[in-house]
């Protein structure tokens, strides 16, 4: 089955700078790449997806990129603010197997005033 | 438009009880999917549910744990005879359709066991 690995599990960085977190996946064939953000006491929500037919995308301050040569997809935020700091998972899908979304094992966000 | 609601939003029980936890998915969609987070952790898959099909019970963890849904809509996981190693955060999502699709979901159960 797929496999998501995740790095780095822990980043801090100084308000406004920028942050980027690296996911990798296994399965060739996987397709569909969401990225969840999860705030403490709450469940992950949705805040950009990329399908595989795309390099890049953006909203606002958020971005995604997706390599499939290399099997690697990232999540950029710039400008960071308080608001930010929260876990951010990765999960990819699509593959040939019947599995769903794999999850990476998160990335804890912390933005320093 | 709703989304993904769950009750109770936290529960504490003693070892060994058994215990109840509700997911009402989004309306209209069909997927519907069980996790659990331990402190810390990522996302761990319990089960799936798709429309009349018989579920994926591949993530779950032991005999202890079940889950039903019934008229394929409103979702229930039990856990009997509940151990300290049970206490996490049990999170449902719902999706349109297919398990490859965007998944929504709840504020999740937050399960304390004493």
């Known amino acids: 089955g797929e496999n998501v690995e995740q790095h780095p599990s822990t980043l801090s960085v100084q308000e406004g700078d920028s942050a980027v977190i690296k996911c990798t996946y296994s399965d060739s064939a996987s397709n569909y790449f969401p990225w969840y953000k999860q705030e403490l006491g709450k469940g992950p929500q949705l805040i950009i997806d990329i399908r595989s037919n795309v390099g890049e995308k953006k909203d606002q301050r958020i971005a995604v990129t997706l390599n499939k040569t290399a099997k690697h997809f990232s999540l950029h935020i710039t400008e960071t603010q308080p608001e930010d700091s929260a876990v951010y998972f990765c999960?990819?899908?699509?593959?040939?197997?019947?599995?769903?979304?794999?999850f990476g094992k998160g990335t804890h966000l912390i933005i320093q005033p | 438009g709703a989304g993904v609601s769950q009750s109770p939003s936290n529960k504490v029980t003693e070892k060994g009880k058994d215990v109840e936890l509700r997911c009402d998915p989004i309306?209209?969609?069909?997927?519907l999917y069980w996790y659990r987070q331990s402190l810390g952790q990522g996302l761990e898959f319990l089960i799936y549910f798709q429309g009349n099909s018989a579920p994926d019970k591949s993530g779950l963890p032991s005999d202890r744990f079940s889950a039903e849904r019934t008229g394929g809509s409103v979702s229930t996981l039990t856990i009997q005879r509940t151990q300290q190693e049970d206490s996490a955060v049990y999170l449902c999502?719902?999706?349109?359709?297919?398990?490859?699709?965007?998944?929504?979901f709840g504020p999740g159960t937050r399960l304390l066991v004493l």
């Open positions: 309306s209209g969609h069909t997927a």
């Open positions: 999960a990819a899908s699509g593959g040939g197997g019947a599995d769903g979304l794999t």
């Open positions: 999502a719902s999706s349109f359709s297919g398990r490859k699709e965007t998944q929504y």
